[in-house]
């Protein structure tokens, strides 16, 4: 079973370019994990005959949005973080609006386990957004999915908007406390390795030079000067079913890449 997880920046552009049929060609998933959308169901001209297809798109048009399309029909989809961890964590309205209208998290009963697809919010390049994603949205996010995994294990993959190590991205001195590298963020993934969420990339491959988003700016993907910021995670109790964990940085059409694994 593979389980491909892609923040696409906008399915429509995507699929308008060409090459969001050639994607599922190329790796033949059995569960797509989509962030950023950027659309609801009904906009996608996207039309899977072999997959169910479930959205959580934002209120605000055009904006983030996730999404599951699986070969195999859950048991149970259920759309953004329980109400009561909402409040218990204080997940509530910032300046930039009301994080549990912005369509982040999508989860998928499949029967041995849950599949979760997010999509983090960013902390800004002022890290305006620091706070909520440090005091609020990583602790409620892993609230969410001890609760999940309290049920049966978990796989979560997604967009989670840092890099953890000096290792997941090309320069690391030089994004220092910048948004996407500061304590704060990097703690929100030793938080959830601390707690028994594997990274899987990590279980088969070390080292640097393995990214999944580039920025737009000075040939940076030709260049390979990137950040690895999507993964995938899983319970400790799935690892040793875990055998690959791959990205596909030879897949094309958004500003980030494919991330997979196979069980």
């Known amino acids: 079973m593979r389980i491909v997880s892609w923040n696409v920046n906008g399915i429509r552009a995507v699929h308008r370019k060409e090459l969001f049929m050639p994607f599922i060609k190329q790796l033949r998933p059995d569960v797509i994990c989509l962030q ?9 001209a996207i039309d899977l005959m072999d997959y169910e297809e479930y959205w959580h798109s934002a209120k605000k048009k055009g904006y983030s949005g996730v999404a599951i399309f699986t070969k195999q029909v859950p048991e149970d989809v259920l759309f953004g973080m329980p109400a009561d961890i909402v409040e218990e964590y204080g997940l509530a309205t910032d300046g930039y ?3 549990n209208e912005e369509g982040r998290v999508i989860a998928a009963d499949m029967g041995p386990f849950y599949v979760v697809s997010v999509y983090t919010p960013n902390s800004k390049d002022d890290l305006s957004r620091l706070t909520l994603r440090h005091k609020h949205w990583d602790p409620a996010f892993l609230a969410y999915m001890k609760r999940l995994e309290a049920e049966k294990p978990v796989i979560f993959c997604g967009d989670l908007n840092v890099a953890h190590t000096p290792d997941d991205l090309a320069n690391p001195k030089a994004n220092e406390g910048g948004h996407g590298y500061t304590k704060e963020e990097r703690e929100g ?4 390795q601390a707690a028994g969420f594997v990274d899987t990339f990590r279980i088969f491959t070390q080292g640097n030079g393995y990214y999944s988003w580039w920025s737009h700016w000075a040939q940076a993907r030709e260049r390979n000067i990137g950040w690895r910021i999507d993964y995938v995670f899983v319970s400790k109790a799935l690892k040793g079913k875990i055998k690959k964990a791959e990205i596909h940085a030879d897949i094309f059409g958004s500003d980030h890449c494919p991330v997979s694994v196979t069980l």
Do not use: V
Not at 36 to 44: I, L, N, P, R
């Open 189 to 192: 993934i030793d938080i959830i």
């Open 36 to 44: 950023e959308t950027k659309a609801e169901e009904h906009q996608s």
């Open 97 to 99: 609006g009301d994080p």
